[in-house]
């Protein structure tokens, strides 16, 4: 079955950029939509950022302009770019499949602050 690691989270300063990556165990990317969430303390997950598998993106408005998600199918990596972030950008990161999730990773904690 497949699983997903993210990683590459961190302390960041407001206006700061940070990349942060999710490495699946197949190659399934060509196949699947994947997607970025997030969780900040006392709040519901919400969804980030869903590249498909044709390459087309969506973006939550909060994010739309700061963020971009891409991926490289030969790695079995999707990444996201986080420029000019913001203290409520901080939570916990973590990727899955929108239309059919499998179990959740143990994302990758990002902190915005000076």
């Known amino acids: 079955q497949v699983q997903f690691v993210e990683s590459g989270g961190g302390l960041v300063q407001p206006g700061g950029s940070l990349r942060v990556s999710c490495t699946a165990s197949?190659?399934?990317?060509?196949?699947?939509?994947v997607a970025w969430y997030r969780q900040a303390p006392g709040k519901q997950r919400e969804l980030v950022a869903t590249?498909?598998?044709?390459?087309?993106?969506n973006y939550a408005g909060s994010v739309k302009g700061r963020f971009t998600i891409s991926r490289d199918n030969v790695k079995n990596t999707v990444y996201l770019q986080m420029n000019d972030l913001k203290p409520e950008d901080t939570a916990v990161y973590y990727c899955?499949?929108?239309?059919?999730?499998?179990?959740w990773g143990q994302g990758t904690q990002v902190t915005v602050s000076s």
């Open positions: 899955n499949r929108p239309l059919t999730p499998i179990a």
């Open positions: 197949q190659s399934i990317f060509s196949t699947y939509a």
């Open positions: 590249i498909f598998s044709g390459g087309d993106r």
